[in-house]
């Protein structure tokens, strides 16, 4: 498994301002991905990112508002741009394993998630 | 597209009796399962695995997850439940390629002492 850090735990904003969020992992990881969960709701990809390459979003997602960025193999950010107050949620990243499983599917590992809300 | 549903969104059980939680996917191709659980202000901790083979697969905490193909689901279970276990549980399917996941709702667990 992989030991994941993230940066802030928890943060309060005011709407129009912007979030930059960290994730920091252990090991040298290709893919990271970054979900979001909505208050009382499931977690929902936002994108994934590849060091060297730019981000692919999911649908509804956009890099305008979700920027990210992948400058090596250990560390992430994610930016939450022109905050509403639609955007409080948990963000979590998450890296999948080291060694991949069958038909090159592997169990991600999660990171402990960043607590915003947006005034 | 793939999905997956959780149709337990509370569920409630005293302490040491067993548990049930149920999972059920869509996916055209061979699904990859999985449940994760999250305690209140913790991440998510994969709790157990489905690529292939034996349906039954063991995870950790005493949990147990069997794949049924005929029906489309990943139910997991547990004989004894403790006070600890109580948190919210997700069953994701993967897509295969890039790993991207699809979570359930999620079923919140309370345990009675």
């Known amino acids: 498994s992989a030991v994941i850090s993230q940066k802030p735990s928890r943060d309060i904003c005011q709407r129009g301002t912007s979030l930059t969020i960290q994730c920091q992992v252990d090991?040298?990881?290709?893919?990271m991905f970054w979900y979001r969960q909505q208050p009382g709701q499931s977690l929902t990809l936002i994108a994934t990112?590849?060091?060297?390459?730019?981000?692919?979003?999911e649908s509804g997602f956009v890099i305008d508002k979700f920027p990210i960025s992948r400058p090596n193999l250990t560390f992430s950010t994610l930016t939450v741009s022109n905050l509403s107050p639609e955007d409080s949620s948990i963000y979590l990243c998450?890296?999948?394993?080291?060694?991949?499983?069958?038909?090159?599917?592997?169990?991600?590992?999660f990171g402990p998630g960043t607590r915003l809300t947006v005034l | 597209a793939q999905s997956v549903t959780q149709p337990d969104i509370h569920i409630t059980v005293s302490e040491g009796a067993s548990l049930e939680l149920r999972c059920n996917y869509s996916?055209?191709?061979?699904?990859?399962l999985f449940w994760y659980v999250q305690s209140p202000g913790q991440g998510l901790q994969l709790l157990l695995k489905y690529f292939s083979g034996d349906t039954l697969v063991q995870g950790i905490k005493g949990f147990e997850a069997e794949f049924k193909r005929s029906q489309s689901s990943f139910n997991l279970r547990k004989p004894s439940v403790h006070w600890s276990d109580a948190a919210e549980y997700f069953c994701?399917?993967?897509?295969?390629?890039?790993?991207?996941?699809?979570f359930g709702t999620g079923t919140q667990l309370k345990v009675e002492l």
């Open positions: 090991s040298q990881v290709t893919m």
């Open positions: 994701a399917v993967s897509t295969g390629g890039g790993n991207k996941l699809t």
């Open positions: 998450s890296v999948e394993g080291r060694d991949r499983g069958l038909a090159g599917v592997n169990e991600q590992f």
């Open positions: 996916y055209g191709a061979t699904p990859y």
């Open positions: 990112a590849n060091q060297g390459s730019e981000a692919t979003y």
